[in-house]
């Protein structure tokens, strides 16, 4: 690929899977008991530090979402997911509880993933129901 300009398809070939697998690796890796979680809920355990790594990694996934061609009202409506997230999630316990619940990385993937196909781009199956 040097010297070669990257199309909009090669950024999401490249792109999509890790965003995916990252948005899995936080929201919804594993179970116990039917309840799935991620890193994101354990990190939501160490306050502050705990959050803002949350918040750091889930401004990269918006922000790759805003490299793949999300239009502003999209980057909004996923920052606005992130915003809900952070905030709440930092509440001690109770937050905890919600990031059990409230799946914005998960979210914001399937919202990034509807607008791709809907502009006509070619995108691996889907890791997330």
């Known amino acids: 690929m040097a010297g070669r300009k990257l199309t909009l398809q090669d950024k999401i ?21 039917g309840i799935r979680f991620g890193i994101d809920a354990i990190a939501g355990l160490l306050p502050v530090v705990g959050d803002a790594a949350r918040a750091v990694i889930q401004a990269y996934i918006v922000f790759k979402a805003y490299q793949l061609g999300a239009p502003r009202a999209l980057l909004l409506r996923m920052a606005g997911n992130v915003g809900v997230d952070v905030v709440v999630g930092s509440i001690p316990v109770a937050g905890s509880v919600f990031d059990l619940v409230f799946k914005a990385n998960n979210i914001n993937i399937r919202l990034l993933r509807e607008h791709l196909v809907t502009q006509g781009e070619d995108l691996p199956p889907a890791l997330l129901g």
């Open 13 to 33: 070939d490249r792109d999509y899977p890790e965003l995916a697998q990252l948005a899995e690796l936080l929201d919804s890796k594993w179970s116990i008991v």
